[in-house]
Structures are given as C-alpha cells and as structure tokens.
C-alpha cells in the first residue's frame, strides 16, 4: 500500500483501515483470474497458474494432437471433446471461456468497495476452484486423462493440482478472517433489480437451450436427445469445463444456440453485477437536509451555501456541530466545498466524514477547500492541488479610487448617463417582464455555447429560486434587462457577515451596456458594505491560479496545461484577469485526496458532477472546439476588452 499511495509506511502496531484490508483482499482474489488468463498465453505454461487457466482462460487443443485423434473410430468422444475446446478457443466462444475470470475480477472490485455480495461470491469461486483441484487430484490418481501438456502429465497433474489447492484455501481463511469488512450493501432496491436481471437471463438462457435446442436437435452431431441436453446445459454457462454429453453444433443456427445464447447471458450478468457494485446506496434521512441547513448558520466558506443545492447528500457529526454536502459519484464522495458549522469542529469533522466514507466504501475527495481545511488533510497524510483561487473583497476598505478602479468607476458613470438602474429582487417575487427576459438572455447563453450548463458549484436560474438568494438585475428606463448577479449568503454566529457571487448573465445584444458586469459588482459591494457586511467573493476562478513562487508538482502542471487547452473555450484565465479589476484579495482552493491512486476516479466524478447530462455528441462538439485554432490567442493579439466580456458572458464564476 507504501507504494501505490505514495505514503510512509503505518508505525507498527498500526491496525490496516478498512479501505485497506478491502483493497488488499480484493487483489489476493484477483490474482487467480490474472494468473489464469496469463497462463494461458503462454506456450508451455508452468506451476499451478497453468491449472487456473483451465478454468478461467484454457487454450485450444494441439491441432497436431487433434488431427492425430479424431481420425480413429475409438477415440471419437475425445475428438468431439477437443472440437468443443476449438469452438472456445475462437472467437465468440474465447468470450464465453473468460466470463468466470471477468466475474471473478468484477468480484474483486466488489472487496474493494466493501460489498457483501462479492464477498459471497468470492467464497463460492474459491470454494469451486478448490473443489476442482481436489477433483482433477483424484482424477489424475484414478488414472482418468486430465490433460496438462507436458512430460509426464499424470505424477505432474497431481503436483499442480496440490499447488492450485494452496491459493483458494489461502483466500478462503482471509475472507472468513476479514468478513466484518464487506458489510455494505446496494439497497433493497438494487437487489431486487439485480435478482429480477439475473433470473431473467437465467431463465431465458436455459429455456432457449433446452426448448430450440430440442426443436433444432438436426442441427447437432451426434443428435442429442432433451436428456441429452439437460446434461450438457452447465457446460455450456462454463465453456465446456465440466463433464458432460458431447455432440457439437453442425452450422450457424446451432453455434447460436451452443455459444451465442450463454455469451448473452454473461453479458446481461456481468453488466448487472458491475451496475450493482458501481451503484451507491443513499441514506434515506429525511431530516438530514434540514438539520445540515440549520448548521450553515454557524459558520462556513464563501462555497458553503451551495451546500443546499439539490443533488447533494450530507453527512452530519455525531454531535450535530458540523456538517459536510458531498455527491456520491463512482465510488468517489466529491464534497462541495469543506465542513461547515462550528469553526472548532473542522479537524474532527474531516476525519469523521473520512471514516464514514471508508465504511461505505468511498473515496473522500474534499473539493474546493480553504487552506485550514487542507492543512488538517496534510497532518492525515493526505495529498493536494490548487484547483482554482478565491477572490474576496474586504467591505472596509474598499473606495473607487484610483488609477487601478478607472474600469469600475467608468461603468458607474456610465450606467447613470445612460439610465441603467440597478434593482434587488427575490427572483421568486421578481416581475414575469424581468424573469422572462433573463430566461431569454440564459437559453442564448446556452445556445451559444453548444453545451449543457454545467451544476455542482455553478448556480443557474433554478438555483435562484431561493428566499434567501439576493439578485441584482440591471435595467434601464424601458424595462430592458442589461443584466443580472446573483449573491449567496455566508454566515458567521447565525447572521450573513458576507456574500459571494454567483449567476450572472449579461444581454449581449447590439445596444446593450456593456459595462454591465462591471456596474453590478460594484453597486452590489456598495450595498453590502452599508449592510454591515465584512466582504464580498467573487467566488473561484476555475483552473486558474497565481504564480506563488511555489514549485508546481507534476500533477499541478497537468491542471496548468489542461486549463490552457480549455482556455479557448471557457476564458479560466480571462475570468480570472476580469476579477483583477476590483482589487481582490487572493486565497487558494484545493482538491485534497487521501489515496492517489484514486486520481482517475477522482476525476471522473468530478466531470460527472459537472456535466451529468453530456451527451456523446455534446462532448464531441466540446473536443471540436478544443482542438479548433485561435488566431488571436498571442500577445498582442487579443483586446482586453474583448477577454474580459468573453469571461463574463462564458462563466457563472463559482468554482
């Protein structure tokens, strides 16, 4: 585990956490599966991995050897025994021949994410795996022909088979020792899907066998009778690895039922059994919502409010001072922003939510987390990576003086010249004449982009229907909306000590004012600032950050080069320069993990949090847009101005 995590090794005495027992255990069962597979591409496969690849991957038969049998009447029953090992050498029959070995490394994954159910299913493979071993042993003793290739293959047979019975009988005593560790289950709901799925394939399978097997009986040699083809039936699920009736398909139509109905089944089955390991089960706390919204009132970060979004689930402290909003997404629990509550509590909430995932068997991945929260994470041995910086603008301080605020103080005079007023609303209570044009100046947002809006930390319009959601929408004297932001509370001893910005859209017709972000921003930060407030974010820039003088590591120049391939498209950059103009005082966010080698998880659930609904289609068109040349992308070659109102129009600016 030192060298897949990257971290020290545990003192002694240190008991293994459960996600560690699971991993391990899960690639002790795994190993058979692998083993086989390899021994079987292997021209003179040794040791007892060769007997594993009879059952999960067994190669053809010798054609040397089958054409020196089949042409004697005598040996006829071999001959049709090693066609019908032929027939699973080759294609589609080899997929048929892997279906065990998958299902045994779908099994594996199942350990790894504490699933009972694998654990009974690795119980049953290994128990059946021995159980062959202990029979090819007799069998070889008994003097049958079990054939293993090789000089004396009887006195050898036994060896292997006495070495193949070591690792089942090893896996079998570590699975009865650590069974506590593989107590989570899908939900009732889950199973009862998986059952019906696999019932029905079963039954299908089976009957379509027997019933047109039966019918079709012509299309077989020898033709089998319905007894006949009862006996052959648990061959056929096992590619011919239990002993049986021998008559083999004579054209296409019998190949179908001989090979192609059993390659459905494991198809449906295997697809079932990884839905119902990648599927993870949600608490049903009714009040969990209500008790997490009760605690943001205490205290939390510029991104906490973002915590009472739909989609997200909450783990709650024992002692109720702290929560955290997570989504649970391949196997991966994205937090949104840090714990929240009592300031006290952030140290023991993160190593409690930590062990509430290692339980459910989740990766804790803290995203978008302040530089307290990261230190917590660093002290547990965790990992980090800047992923965006915050922008914050102290209330106190703050006065439109000043070569550096000319951008600001021209919107203002600006919008005063040309009638634009800035109005506050509760977006539930606003005018239809203002909700209808922002839903226009929205959906041509949208339109332009080609892409689905993103959620998770970006707020859109259903998001504005909040009470305690603050919107200031620019108008002028015709009613014309220029604009609109969006100010989310943050909280401090149960009152709002400040605001962060959220949604904001701006008409991009010919006509329109095009200082309009400029103006919103500032008239919003005047307002709060005579409320009392003690600042205003500008929330996160997404995949950009300064220049600390701090040496990047290999994985943050991954993220500074991908956030230069996007920047075309999203402006991480330009949104980021567009903030500069208010004078912010920069803090970083970070993505803390504790295992890296869950990074690839990690990122697909943060893709998927994003963009739920992307189509392949849409991501086609995003990897056009990527790859498409901008001329205008040098030094030199592209007006500020034209930067920042790309931002803008491109980005709701939460992280």
Request: charged share 15%; with cysteine; proline share 7%.
């Amino acid at each position: 585990m030192a060298l897949t995590s990257g971290r020290a090794r545990p003192p002694a005495g240190l008991r293994a956490s459960p996600h560690e027992v699971r991993v391990l255990v899960g690639m002790l069962v795994a190993v058979p599966a692998l083993g086989g597979m390899l021994a079987a591409l292997a021209a003179h496969p040794g040791g007892p991995m060769s007997l594993l690849s009879f059952l999960f991957a067994a190669p053809g038969p010798d054609p040397h050897h089958l054409a020196a049998v089949c042409p004697h009447a005598g040996l006829a029953v071999v001959c049709r025994g090693l066609r019908g090992q032929q027939l699973y050498a080759q294609w589609p029959g080899v997929l048929v021949q892997v279906a065990p070995a998958l299902l045994l490394l779908l099994t594996a994954y199942g350990l790894r994410r504490g699933r009972r159910l694998a654990w009974w299913l690795a119980m049953v493979i290994n128990l059946t795996v021995l159980g062959v071993s202990i029979w090819v042993t007799y069998a070889v003793h008994a003097g049958s022909s079990v054939h293993i290739a090789g000089p004396g293959a009887g006195a050898r047979a036994i060896v292997l088979a006495g070495e193949a019975m070591l690792l089942p009988v090893v896996t079998l005593i570590v699975l009865l020792v650590t069974r506590r560790r593989f107590d989570q289950t899908g939900g009732r709901q889950a199973a009862r899907k998986l059952t019906a799925t696999v019932t029905t394939a079963l039954s299908v399978s089976c009957g379509a066998f027997l019933l047109l097997g039966y019918v079709l009986r012509d299309h077989f040699n020898p033709r089998p009778e319905f007894g006949a083809l009862a006996r052959d039936l648990p061959m056929r699920f096992l590619a011919g690895r239990l002993p049986g009736s021998r008559f083999l398909p004579a054209d296409l139509v019998a190949r179908m039922l001989y090979i192609w109905v059993f390659l459905l089944f494991w198809i449906v089955v295997l697809g079932a059994l990884t839905a119902f390991f990648l599927h993870i089960r949600t608490d049903r706390d009714a009040d969990a919502a209500g008790r997490a919204r009760a605690i943001l009132a205490r205290g939390g970060s510029t991104l906490s409010y973002m915590s009472t979004w739909p989609g997200n689930q909450y783990w709650v402290s024992p002692d109720g001072r702290a929560a955290i909003a997570y989504r649970a997404i391949a196997g991966v629990a994205v937090t949104v922003g840090g714990p929240y509550g009592d300031p006290a509590a952030l140290e023991p909430a993160i190593t409690g939510f930590a062990r509430f995932c290692e339980q459910r068997g989740l990766q804790p991945c803290l995203y978008s987390v302040t530089a307290q929260a990261r230190a917590v994470t660093q002290r547990l041995g965790w990992k980090s990576v800047q992923i965006a910086e915050d922008t914050l603008l102290p209330l106190a301080s703050l006065h439109f003086t000043g070569k550096k605020w000319q951008d600001v103080r021209t919107a203002l005079n600006k919008a005063a010249k040309e009638g634009i007023t800035a109005k506050w609303w509760d977006y539930p209570q606003a005018p239809l004449e203002l909700t209808g044009q922002i839903h226009q100046i929205s959906d041509k947002w949208m339109a332009g982009k080609g892409l689905p809006e993103m959620g998770f930390t970006l707020g859109g319009l259903d998001e504005l229907n909040d009470p305690d959601i603050r919107c200031l929408i620019a108008v002028d004297a015709d009613r014309t909306v220029h604009g609109i932001t969006s100010w989310m509370p943050v909280y401090a001893s149960g009152r709002p000590v400040g605001w962060t910005l959220d949604f904001m859209r701006r008409n991009t017709e010919p006509g329109a004012f095009r200082g309009v972000m400029e103006f919103l921003i500032a008239t919003a930060a005047l307002t709060f600032r005579e409320e009392g407030a003690r600042f205003v974010s500008l929330s996160g820039a997404p995949l950009a950050r300064l220049d600390r003088g701090e040496h990047p590591g290999a994985l943050q120049r991954l993220l500074d080069m991908i956030a230069i391939i996007m920047e075309p498209v999203y402006g991480f950059q330009s949104l980021l320069h567009f903030k500069a103009k208010f004078q912010p005082v920069y803090q970083p966010l970070y993505l803390t993990y504790p295992d890296p080698a869950a990074l690839g998880s990690i990122a697909t659930a943060i893709g998927r949090a994003y963009l739920p609904h992307l189509t392949s289609r849409q991501a086609l068109r995003l990897l056009a847009k990527l790859r498409r040349p901008h001329h205008n992308r040098g030094p030199g070659q592209q007006r500020e101005g034209r930067r920042t109102r790309r931002a803008v129009t491109q980005w709701s600016p939460a992280a």
